[in-house]
């Protein structure tokens, strides 16, 4: 791309309009009108006053089920750089989202109008970059301001989202792009920091590891010394999971509102209970019955590549599944628990850090459970299958009914086990145990862990399940729970 020594902007040199805009910064007026006339005299521009209206909201990732993520840069780098970047993307059909610095547009617009050009989106990544948290409420909302003033001019698009150079944002970030009529203060789920000399394949490992439904991935156009590199290993990555780039925009339009906790029906349905010694419970690990139904179980945690896998095969066989979760990896990515939900499977609670229950206080039991049971609510938004599945098993009488006291006097055991979570258990070792040991009324225990084999072992164990005239219904229909 063409890059000028000096170029006219709105009528100005980029020079002039860099020093137009640093005397407006000062002056508090704004770049393309607003200013005080010559010849007259007039008091100082009133200092811009906090804005005490809702803060913008903040979305470090969207709200949404769908395969679908965005990619983001931040920045802007010279034109023979931003050329290559917007080809490569175009070599792999990605719709990116530019949160754009304004001094950059104002510097080289035609890059800016070059992006909007091929199909991306563009955003304010405010004036100058600056630490925020550094600034005055009147000089950051200033930043944003002019930020937006210099891409609308210039591109002809409005900035609908602000996000800081880092990230990083403050209370006064939120109230001036509130103030500034933005709608969202944009961070991410995934920053690709330079390299430490990682191998082509421990690059591609970690980038598929984070890559998440709803996520935002962040690169820094000026920072990132493999920038156009980055593109082919980010596209690989997530054609592996299944996931398709599309602009943040429009992954925000198809994302969902999370309601708070306590506006989801059924968030209290469990609760701290000290008086536990006569409670009583059921202990399910199978039931007895002449049909020849059988439940699927999953438990623990997984990356998206690893359980996205889990349910295109569920979907490819029509069979619906009961996944226990491990809470804590739910909170950091409630999406992949919603998708669950959506694709018709029921998902319960096998506590929030995966301890062996027994060895807690009961103090210590019933904060982890409960805490479970609110963050998988909050997660799905909705009250979750109420079974309780201990990690590893292990339950005794006293435990039993400390749960059960809490709110979940079903506890779902299982007959059939694999051990599939030990990476020596092959594919094969697994489905031969599942077909050893299934009967009519089995529960099935398998993990969603990352790194075993059972996502290669699943397709062929349904297979013949089904062949050997097994139905698979999820553990709440098998056992009769009434909700």
Not at 142 to 157: A, C, D, H, M, V
Request: hydrophobic share 40%; with cysteine; proline share 4%.
């Amino acid at each position: 791309m063409e890059k000028y020594a000096e170029r006219k902007v709105s009528g100005l040199p980029a020079k002039a309009l860099l020093i137009a805009i640093t005397v407006s910064l000062l002056a508090g007026c704004g770049i393309f009108g607003g200013g005080r006339n010559e010849g007259k005299s007039a008091s100082a521009t009133p200092p811009i006053e906090r804005y005490n209206g809702p803060m913008s909201k903040v979305v470090p990732y969207v709200y949404t089920a769908k395969k679908e993520l965005s990619l983001t840069f931040n920045g802007m780098s010279d034109g023979v750089t931003m050329g290559k970047l917007l080809d490569e993307l175009d070599k792999y059909g990605i719709k990116a989202t530019f949160f754009l610095p304004g001094i950059r547009v104002a510097e080289e617009p035609d890059i800016a109008k070059l992006i909007v050009a091929r199909g991306h989106e563009v955003e304010s990544n405010t004036l100058n970059r600056l630490d925020m948290s550094k600034l005055s409420y009147e000089q950051v909302y200033k930043e944003i301001r002019l930020s937006n003033e210099i891409i609308e001019r210039e591109t002809g698009i409005a900035p609908r989202y602000v996000r800081t150079r880092s990230g990083d944002y403050t209370d006064d970030v939120r109230l001036a792009a509130a103030h500034n009529g933005m709608e969202s203060v944009v961070v991410y789920s995934l920053f690709l920091h330079n390299w430490q000399k990682e191998s082509g394949e421990q690059r591609d490992l970690y980038i598929r590891k984070y890559i998440t439904r709803g996520g935002i991935i962040s690169i820094d156009t000026e920072e990132n010394t493999d920038l156009v590199e980055d593109i082919a290993i980010v596209a690989h990555a997530a054609k592996e999971v299944g996931y398709d780039f599309i602009p943040l925009g429009r992954m925000i339009e198809h994302g969902g509102e999370r309601k708070p906790l306590e506006q989801i029906e059924g968030y209290d349905a469990v609760r701290i209970n000290p008086n536990y010694e006569d409670a009583k419970y059921n202990l399910i690990y199978d039931v007895v019955t002449d049909e020849k139904k059988i439940a699927l179980t999953f438990d623990d945690w997984g990356t998206d590549y690893t359980v996205t896998k889990i349910l295109d095969i569920l979907a490819q066989y029509d069979v619906k599944a009961t996944f226990f979760l491990r809470a804590k990896g739910t909170e950091a990515n409630p999406n992949l628990a919603r998708a669950m939900v959506e694709e018709g499977h029921d998902v319960a609670n096998h506590t929030y850090t995966h301890p062996v229950i027994t060895t807690l206080t009961p103090e210590q039991l019933q904060e982890d459970v409960v805490k479970a049971h609110q963050v998988i609510t909050e997660a799905i938004q909705q009250k979750p299958t109420m079974l309780f599945r201990p990690p590893t098993g292990e339950i005794d009488d006293k435990s039993a009914k400390i749960v059960s006291a809490i709110g979940y006097p079903e506890i779902a055991l299982y007959d059939v086990t694999t051990f599939d979570w030990d990476i020596r258990n092959s594919a094969e070792d697994i489905v031969n145990k599942i077909m050893e040991k299934t009967e009519n009324g089995s529960v099935i225990l398998l993990h969603m862990l990352d790194d075993i084999h059972t996502v290669e072992a699943l397709p062929v164990a349904i297979e013949r399940l089904q062949k050997s005239g097994f139905t698979f219904v999820k553990m709440a229909d098998l056992i009769g729970l009434q909700e």
